[in-house]
Every structure is written in structure tokens, then in C-alpha cells.
């Protein structure tokens, strides 16, 4: 098997960072290209700073590292320090990173790079607000039949919302940059709430990852424990979901996942609703299904994988 061809686009956030972790850890089965950083859980100064921590501390500083959009296609931005923290990666006491962003913006790297390889063999992994998929697609709408697969951290239908009471934050904060992506033509894989609201790191898990010993699970366990008190207060759960890293593991072992191929649409206009994903479960219209929306995991299997790649790194 090669390695498939991934660009991350992305706003870490703690969970976005152990999403990353684990790609950099399965050069096997992911080959990571760059990584483009967009306004989201924090503002774009703080994500492009997030991203190039942990790249160092996965100790991977070649991979160049986009700063992108600053704010929305066509709203202010929300952020969610709220949960994050202040810094975005609160938690662990990582230090500021030497490498620096790569020149160039983040959306001409998006373009160049899916013109610069064979059609069908870059996939875009969005583990934020969909603004720079969005705008690339929109400035070189060329790239779009490029693109091998979407594969996103976004949207609920059973799990409804979490920013909001009918929406997932990424979805929320850009729903037009949604829009624009659910309707590509493209083949998407969403990684929903309904699926990553099973991805529960658990105390036994969040001790497995400290007792990794090295620098990546021990700052995996610490950045569980910071967003592990507000998604305890939250939900009342068991531990607190691991969102991003569903993505990038989805890529390493699909099976893990499973899901149904419905239509998905944005709601852009109601101020109720605004960022729903409105996915036709149920098959109650006939509008063309547009993604794989994901609904359930082995979360055992996937907080093995998570566990033996950390240990790599
Ligand atoms: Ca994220």
C-alpha cells in the first residue's frame, strides 16, 4: 500500500493536535504535504503557531506549514477559547515553536499543490471551519475535480449541535465555506458528532497515552485533562470526545468507521439553524447522496491505533 497524499487544514485546537500526531506517526499509510492553518477555535495567528508546535512535537519540522484565512468568507469570526483555552493547545506547557510558517498563503498552496500531482490523488483532511477548502475551490475552481476525497471533522444530525443547539461549531462558524463544499461534487467523508461523541477518552484510555512516557503521549494525556473539564460539565459523559483524530484515522483503518451515504446540506440562511447539517438519514427526499456521513466506531479500535502510533513518535 502507498501512502495516501493528505493535505490537514486545520485550527488547533488540542484535538486538531493529536488528529495530527497521529498522521505524522503513519507515514506507512499517510503521507502528510503540508498543512494549512485557518482561523477557527482560535484566531489564525494562534493556529499557525499551534500547528508548528506540534509538528516539533511530533519532531516532523519538515513539513511546511500554511497560514490561511483570518477570518470567514463572509461573517465575523467565532472562536471557542471556552473550550480550548486561551492558547488553543492549553493544557500541556509546550514550548514556542523555531520552525517558521512557510512563505506563500495557505489557499495557493491548497491550489498548487493539487495541480502539481495527478488527479485523484491529493484528499483534503478539514479539521476546522471549511473557509480556506472553500475559498481555493472558489479562487481555481479548476482544483475541484482534483481533489481525490474530502475527509472532514464536521456537522451532527443524531447529536444535533454543540456551538449551538442545531450546529457543529466548524460548520457554524462558516457555513457558507460549507456550502460550498457539500455541494463540490467531490466524494466527502464527514466525521460527524454523532460518531466522534463516541470517541470518549476515558480515564483508563488518558493513562494509556500518559504511560506512553514519551513527549507526544504525555502532552496527549494533558491536553485530554484541560478539555476533558469542559466537556465533563457539558455532557456529563465519561471522558471527553476526541473529534479531529476520527479523521486521520479513518484514514489509516476505514474500518473502524461506519456510516451511511446520504445527501447533506447546509442551512445558511436561518439564524435558528444557522450551520446545520441537514443529512437525509432516513432517505426521506430524493436529493443525490454527497457524502459518507460517519455515525459509529470501534472506539476500542480506534483508541488502540491512536495508542501504538503515539508510542512512535
Ligand atoms: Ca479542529
Request: negative net charge; proline residues 7%; hydrophobic residues 40%.
Amino acid at each position: 500500500m502507498t501512502a495516501r497524499k493528505i493535505i490537514i487544514d486545520t485550527d488547533p485546537g488540542q484535538d486538531d493536535a493529536v488528529a495530527i500526531l497521529l498522521a505524522l506517526a503513519s507515514p506507512e499509510e499517510i503521507d502528510v504535504l503540508g498543512i494549512t492553518a485557518v482561523a477557527g477555535n482560535v484566531p489564525l495567528a494562534l493556529t499557525a503557531k499551534n500547528a508548528r508546535i506540534v509538528c516539533e512535537l511530533a519532531g516532523h519540522t519538515e513539513v511546511p506549514v500554511y497560514a490561511g484565512c483570518d477570518r470567514p468568507l463572509t461573517r465575523p469570526l467565532i472562536t471557542a477559547e471556552h473550550v480550548h483555552g486561551k492558547t488553543g493547545l492549553d493544557g500541556p506547557d509546550l514550548p514556542d515553536p523555531q520552525m517558521q510558517l512557510t512563505g506563500g498563503h495557505a489557499v495557493d498552496f491548497i491550489i498548487d499543490t493539487l495541480r502539481a500531482h495527478d488527479p485523484g490523488t491529493v484528499t483534503l483532511c478539514p479539521l476546522g471551519p471549511l473557509t480556506n477548502i472553500a475559498t481555493a475551490f472558489q479562487k481555481a475552481p479548476d482544483i475541484v475535480e482534483r481533489v481525490q476525497e474530502i475527509v472532514l471533522m464536521g456537522g451532527a444530525y443524531f447529536e444535533v449541535g454543540n456551538i449551538t443547539p442545531t450546529a457543529e461549531f466548524n460548520i457554524h462558524v462558516d457555513p457558507e465555506a460549507a456550502d460550498v463544499v457539500f455541494k463540490s461534487g467531490r466524494p466527502i467523508v464527514v466525521m460527524s458528532l454523532d460518531v466522534t461523541h463516541k470517541a470518549l477518552v476515558t480515564k483508563p484510555r488518558n493513562d494509556a497515552f500518559r504511560a506512553l512516557g514519551n513527549k507526544a503521549g504525555i502532552a496527549t494525556a494533558q491536553m485530554t485533562d484541560f478539555f476533558e473539564r469542559f466537556d465533563k460539565n457539558k455532557y456529563g459523559s465519561e471522558g471527553a470526545p476526541l473529534h479531529d483524530p476520527c479523521v486521520t484515522a479513518y484514514l489509516i483503518r476505514p474500518e473502524l468507521f461506519s456510516g451511511r451515504h446520504v445527501n447533506v446540506e447546509i442551512e445558511t440562511t436561518s439564524e435558528l439553524t444557522l450551520g446545520m447539517t441537514v443529512a437525509d438519514w432516513w432517505g426521506v427526499t430524493d436529493r443525490k447522496p454527497n457524502a459518507l456521513f460517519v455515525g459509529d466506531l470501534d472506539a476500542d479500535g480506534f483508541f488502540a491505533l491512536l495508542t501504538e502510533r503515539l508510542a512512535r513518535l
